[in-house]
């Protein structure tokens, strides 16, 4: 019996979605643009629904091709750092602040500064910027106390696509690590972070 493995990469503009079979024979390729918002100077952003319609509307297409059935491995990666912030419904509360926006660039000197006070949290310093995780959450919170606390948990790009299509919320080493809320050190969300900041614990979803 044949063996499926679809890819899906959500990038910056467009969505990437393929299929191949256990040969690597491609199956099924397609890209699919898109466009963010940018309402004001600096600001990217995005209704994450908008991901969720591409990726449904090109499975349909794929499906039409290759049949479910013979599906094995589903693979998804996307864009780093691109924050969603979820209710406690699942949806999303207010547009994802993208990894290319600059709003919060006046933040950052002190960002920096607060995490250099403590021992614990100096090495996330190294590595916050504009568009970071950290940086979003925390502009959303100092500008927009209402959402703010409609906030049940923060995603990334292709978390919240896999949310909307398993009902299975996490995300991965590899984009928390990044964010600049990730003790490298413990190996796990930073309380350092979350007390110097003001962030709840349980806005973080589980690691896998």
């Keep these: 019996m044949k063996h499926v493995y679809i890819g899906l990469d959500i990038g910056t503009t467009s969505i990437k979605l393929s299929a191949v079979d256990n040969k690597l024979n491609t ?5 699919y643009m898109y466009n963010y918002l940018t309402p004001h100077k600096g600001w ?3 209704d994450p629904n908008t991901w969720v319609e591409i990726v449904l509307e090109g499975l349909k297409e794929l499906f039409l091709r290759v ?6 491995g589903f693979g998804i990666t996307g864009q780093m750092h691109t924050t969603v912030f979820i209710d406690k419904h699942g949806c999303s509360v207010r547009p994802a602040i993208m990894w290319n926006d600059t709003r919060t660039k006046e933040m950052i000197p002190k960002i920096k500064a607060r995490l250099k006070a403590h021992e614990s949290s100096a090495h ?3 590595i916050v910027s504009t568009g970071s995780p950290l940086a979003n959450l925390l502009w959303v919170k100092e500008n927009e106390s209402e959402n703010f606390d409609a906030i049940d948990k923060i995603l990334f790009a292709k978390d919240y696509v896999i949310l909307k ?3 299975h919320f996490s995300t991965d080493y590899c984009d928390s690590s990044t964010s600049s809320l990730y003790d490298l050190n413990k190996d796990g969300w930073s309380e350092t972070v979350q007390n110097e900041f003001g962030f709840n614990k349980e806005l973080f979803p589980p690691i896998n």
């Design 27 to 31: 199956l099924y390729e397609n890209q």
């Design 44 to 46: 990217r952003e995005i």
């Design 124 to 126: 996330i310093a190294k």
């Design 67 to 72: 049949s479910p059935h013979e599906v094995k």
């Design 165 to 167: 299509l398993t009902g």
